[in-house]
């Protein structure tokens, strides 16, 4: 009954974390680009350097020696930098905007990418011994970006009128942030159901519809949901080990 009951709380804590997430997205995506950056460059500084320490040996014949340790510590730096800030630009892109229903329908979609891959984490690290920050870091960010991306396929794409009016009429010389990455989002939108209408040619239309989200750039936003994915599959992995 008490294994139980600590499954039941070890759960909701893992929604709430979740939901928590998704809102402080929906609600403030300033700080929520900068929180994913930080967190993505202090989760790589560490989780890369451990990766490249096993990966060099793999590629090169020898010992260590001073070269190996420089070659991976420059290579650390550069691949933690780069991903923080496409993981922050991600981020930033991702929950603004100015329509508000598309960004609670996109908080919403990304709360349940980013709980999907923190079930699949702590069910892995149950069932096979996986290390839930290390999994959830290297390995979820496609799947992720595919679940993210296939789920957003179905919003409604402007046609090119409304597009031509809003780029025209709508769209100030100097956007804010907000109305430029609502302009982005929709600019995707009709992009990728260009190649939908493209892939038609060749596949029946939801199969081509499915494929077009495939390759779409939303699926880089798997990557943001990889990393809270992560940390909440381990954090929820630490505290069933000490609980039961």
């Given at each position: 009954m008490l294994a139980i009951l600590t499954?039941?709380?070890?759960?909701?804590?893992?929604?709430?974390?979740?939901?928590?997430?998704?809102?402080?997205?929906?609600?403030?995506?300033?700080?929520?680009?900068?929180?994913?950056?930080a967190l993505t460059l202090a989760l790589g500084a560490r989780l890369e350097y451990a990766r490249l320490t096993h990966e060099l040996p793999f590629y090169f014949e020898g010992g260590g020696g001073r070269w190996r340790m420089a070659a991976t510590l420059a290579m650390t730096a550069g691949e933690t930098v780069l991903k923080a800030a496409l993981a922050g630009i991600a981020a930033l892109v991702t929950f603004s905007g100015t329509d508000q229903g598309r960004l609670f329908v996109v908080a919403v979609v990304f709360g349940v990418a980013v709980y999907v891959g923190a079930a699949l984490v702590r069910r892995?690290?149950?069932?096979?011994?996986?290390?839930?920050?290390?999994?959830?870091?290297?390995?979820?960010?496609?799947?992720?970006?595919?679940?993210?991306?296939?789920?957003?396929?179905?919003?409604?794409?402007?046609s090119f009128t409304d597009l031509g009016r809003q780029l025209i009429f709508d769209l100030p010389q100097r956007p804010s942030l907000g109305q430029?990455?609502?302009?982005?989002?929709?600019?995707?939108?009709?992009?990728?159901?260009?190649?939908?209408?493209?892939?038609?040619?060749?596949?029946?239309?939801?199969?081509?519809?499915?494929?077009?989200?495939?390759?779409?750039?939303?699926?880089?936003?798997?990557?943001?949901?990889?990393?809270?994915?992560?940390?909440?599959?381990?954090?929820?992995?630490?505290?069933?080990?000490?609980?039961?």
């Amino acid at each position: 009954m008490l294994a139980i009951l600590t499954n039941g709380l070890i759960m909701l804590a893992e929604i709430a974390a979740t939901v928590a997430v998704a809102a402080l997205g929906y609600h403030y995506p300033m700080y929520f680009a900068a929180i994913t950056a930080a967190l993505t460059l202090a989760l790589g500084a560490r989780l890369e350097y451990a990766r490249l320490t096993h990966e060099l040996p793999f590629y090169f014949e020898g010992g260590g020696g001073r070269w190996r340790m420089a070659a991976t510590l420059a290579m650390t730096a550069g691949e933690t930098v780069l991903k923080a800030a496409l993981a922050g630009i991600a981020a930033l892109v991702t929950f603004s905007g100015t329509d508000q229903g598309r960004l609670f329908v996109v908080a919403v979609v990304f709360g349940v990418a980013v709980y999907v891959g923190a079930a699949l984490v702590r069910r892995l690290a149950i069932s096979f011994g996986a290390r839930p920050l290390r999994w959830g870091y290297f390995r979820l960010a496609v799947p992720l970006g595919l679940l993210f991306s296939l789920a957003l396929a179905f919003l409604p794409a402007p046609s090119f009128t409304d597009l031509g009016r809003q780029l025209i009429f709508d769209l100030p010389q100097r956007p804010s942030l907000g109305q430029a990455s609502e302009l982005l989002f929709v600019l995707k939108q009709k992009f990728d159901e260009m190649v939908a209408a493209m892939l038609a040619w060749l596949l029946p239309a939801d199969w081509a519809r499915i494929v077009g989200a495939l390759v779409s750039v939303n699926v880089l936003t798997g990557f943001v949901a990889s990393v809270y994915a992560a940390v909440i599959a381990s954090a929820v992995n630490a505290a069933e080990t000490r609980m039961l």
